[in-house]
């Protein structure tokens, strides 16, 4: 660990270079541009809010910020853990040239990827001024699942970027497991009244973070057991992460 954190401050203008370049090649050749960021979860909110609000979100007349929050806590989830996934073998020929502490390139990735994220909340903030949404103290508590989910998102991709070097075709695995993510996490129903099955949302960290989250919109208080349950499932994930990709950098030169 303090090998790690030596790292961190040695090779700090080099991790800020590639967050940088991330960010643009991520929005290299879009028009818009970052503009996007702010847009994208726009127009999926307002699809969703169509399709599923007459189904799902009946009489509620905050459905399309309950849609919206757990929407674009998923999509840093979703977003970060793919980037991280491919950011070894994508750097591979760098690897071979210059040394570069290796975690270099997934916690870059997941790092970009959450400064997108925190930018793509002033939609949040807009529509929830639009409908109304009233502020509360419980808001500043939102920045417990923020950070809580960027533990969850590093740990995630460092064991994703590890194992991706290893066996390729987890990249599309992964695909499907977000898909299956997505769907036990509420972002488009509620979960009162599910009784079958309920384990799922209990023990769904993710869940768990998006859950505090809209808690703190709606000025409502932490619930305890989502907050505790995510942060130490998120914290001992991280862990593991770290350990597990420390061990095995040393052979991603052999199979990139």
């Known amino acids: 660990m303090k090998q790690l954190i030596k790292n ?14 991330d960010i643009k090649l ?20 307002i699809v969703l809010t169509l399709v599923f609000q007459e189904l799902l979100g009946r009489g509620d007349e905050m459905y399309p910020v309950y849609v919206l929050s757990g ?24 690897l071979a040239k210059v040394y570069v502490p290796k975690y270099m390139y997934p916690m870059a990735s997941i790092i970009s990827n959450y400064i997108i994220f925190l930018l793509s909340l002033i939609v949040l903030v807009a529509v929830g001024a639009v409908m109304h949404v009233k502020p509360t103290v419980y ?10 989910i960027a533990m969850l998102t590093m740990g995630a991709g460092l064991i994703l970027a590890t194992f991706n070097v290893f066996f390729r075709d987890l990249e599309y695995l992964w695909g499907v497991a977000l898909m299956l993510i997505m769907y036990t996490c509420a972002i488009f129903y ?5 009784t079958r099955h309920a384990w799922i949302f209990r023990y769904n960290p993710l869940y768990s973070v998006i859950v505090n989250f809209r808690n703190a919109i709606f000025g409502e208080p932490l619930d305890m057991y989502h907050l505790w349950f995510s942060f130490g499932f998120s914290a001992v994930l991280l862990a593991v992460g770290i350990i597990v990709f420390w061990k095995k950098q040393d052979d991603f030169i052999l199979y990139v």
């Open 139 to 148: 808001m500043f508590e939102g920045l417990i699942p923020l950070l809580i």
């Open 26 to 45: 991520k929005y290299r050749n879009s028009v818009l541009g970052l503009l996007w960021t702010l847009l994208e979860p726009l127009l999926t909110m």
């Open 190 to 194: 509620k979960t009162d009244g599910i």
């Open 8 to 21: 961190l401050r040695k090779y700090k203008d080099l991790l800020y270079e590639l967050i940088k370049k």
């Open 71 to 94: 929407r674009l806590l998923f999509s840093f989830f979703s977003g970060g853990t793919k980037a991280a996934l491919k950011s070894v073998r994508a750097n591979g020929s760098m």
